[in-house]
């Protein structure tokens, strides 16, 4: 059966509300985790203009700051602080997961590399004690291990269940060979 002209509008208004309710709750999302969301789906556009808008923020506190203590000539007051995170080394409360965690498990050297000219941690690990190599290395993304070790990750890490790197290329072998062999 054929939608009606009347079914297609209230359908098409209905969607334009949808789309609308889904800006505005975007628009006053957490620049952090609009961040995270563009390197899951490593949209580098979006990650650029996030960080020159985090940049000019930083900016933005610094001048206030200067101001503030320009207007008084007294001592600079060291109450007042940047209150705008590093983007690139901000850490989900949730799970740890930094943006390096995710572009990790994505696998996109590219964009690991981008993080870490922009001041990720290599070595931040998650709320597990996982640093973003032990994902790299349990999702088989050998460029993005050889990128890490390259920009000198520690090997020697363990997370809370004491598991190193090796313990879990040990484990990532081991299942590999046991699902591709059969």
Known sequence: MKPTPEEIKAFEEKRKQMMKLQEERLAKEPIHDKFLRAVKVNDFTKIKELIKENEKEIKRQQ?????????????????????????????????????????CLGGNVELIEFLLDNRANIDE??????????????????????????????????????????????????????????
């Open 63 to 103: 001048n206030s700051i200067s101001i503030d203590n320009d207007s008084n000539g007294s001592s600079p007051n060291k109450t007042k602080k940047i209150t705008v995170p590093n983007l690139c080394a901000y850490k989900s409360p949730e799970n740890g997961f930094t943006p390096l965690h995710w572009a």
């Open 125 to 182: 690990q998650n709320n597990r004690g996982e640093p973003p190599l032990f994902w790299s290395v349990i999702k088989g993304h050998t460029k993005v291990v050889r990128c890490l070790m390259d920009r000198n990750c520690d090997l020697q890490i363990s997370d809370d269940k004491g598991y190193n790197v090796m313990h879990h290329v040990s484990i990532s072998i081991y299942i590999y060979t046991h699902t591709h062999t059969q």
